[in-house]
Each structure stands twice: as C-alpha cells, then as structure tokens.
C-alpha cells in the first residue's frame, strides 16, 4: 500500500471548515453591527468574543480529538 | 495499488477551505464596515485583525498537524 | 488496479477551494467599500492587499506541502 497519511489529521481538516466560516461570519458581520450603532461597541464586542470562542472552540475540540484518539492498533 | 500520496496534505486541504472564505469575510466586511462608519477606523481594524488572526490559526493548526502526525507505521 | 494518482494533488485542490472563494469576497466586497467612500481610497485598497496576502496564502502552504510530504514509504 503507498498511501501514506493518517486519518486523524482528515478529520482535523473536516473540523475546521465550519469554523473557519463561522467565526469570520461572527467578525464580520459584528463589525458591520459596530459600524450601524457605534454607542453599542461595547455589549456588541463582547458578543463577538463569545460568538468567537464558541465556535473556535469546535475546531479545537477537533485538534484535541486527532492527538487523543489512538491511530496505531499496536 | 498504484494510488500515492500522503493522507495528510487532504487534511490540510480541507483545513484550509474554511479559514480561506472566513479571512475573506473577516476582511470583506470589515472593509465594508470601516467605510460605513470612517471614524471608527482603528477599533474596527484592530477587530479585523483579530478575527484574521483567530480563524487564520484554524489552518495553521492543519499546517502543524500534517507535521507532527505520523504518517509511517515504521 | 488501473487508477493512477497522487493524493497530494487532491489535497492541495481543496487547499484552493477556500481561499479562491476567499481572496474573491476580499475584493469584491472591498471594491464596494471603495465605491461607497472613496476618499478612504488609500486605506482601503491597503487592507485589500493585506486580506488577499493572507488568504492566498493559505493556498500556497498547500502546494508547498504537496511537495514536502513524503508520498512514497520507499
């Protein structure tokens, strides 16, 4: 067999899709609130930092998975 | 099997599908933002920054993992 | 088997998938921004490059790593 690679890094990469998106639509889209009604900056930053570590935290839970979850039988 | 290659690129490829569009949105809006409300111009860039950063190290994270995961059994 | 190929190839191709979606929305929506304020002109087009200068980026550590993995266990 000359295919080389481990799995878990596949499921990483799968991991880091939706976030990737997620948390540049949590920015972006925060950013555009900030501009609307500056006077909220503050509550509407707060927002995008928990939006944020919500869902950066999928990703990670992700990396976490590809070290803890065993790729060898022996 | 006459299939080559090394699982571990397709990994990173499919880390990199979700930071690539959510840095793009974290700038796109952003832009969009700053032209909305110029005045604000420093905060909403340091947000954009931030969040280019946060979702950037999603795929940086798969650029790692390719690397520290084995791919031989040997 | 007759199927030939090497998965780097494909891993690579979903390297692009992201920040070719990605460097687009920096631009497109970007160029809006400039269309709307076109005196922020300068800095827009300066955070433009910088989005699409990360984002590209992404896709270039894919093809880089196509070729720095290993696809052969010989």
Request: charged content about 5%; glycine content about 16%; hydrophobic content about 55%.
């Amino acid at each position: 067999m000359e295919i080389l690679g481990n799995l878990n890094v596949i499921g990483y990469g799968l991991a880091a899709i939706g976030p990737g998106i997620g948390v540049g639509i949590v920015f972006g889209l925060g950013n555009q609130a900030i501009a609307r009604q500056p006077e909220l900056r503050g509550p509407l930053q707060l927002n995008i930092y928990l939006g944020m570590a919500l869902v950066e935290a999928l990703a990670i839970l992700g990396f976490v998975l590809a070290f803890a979850l065993p790729y060898t039988s022996s």
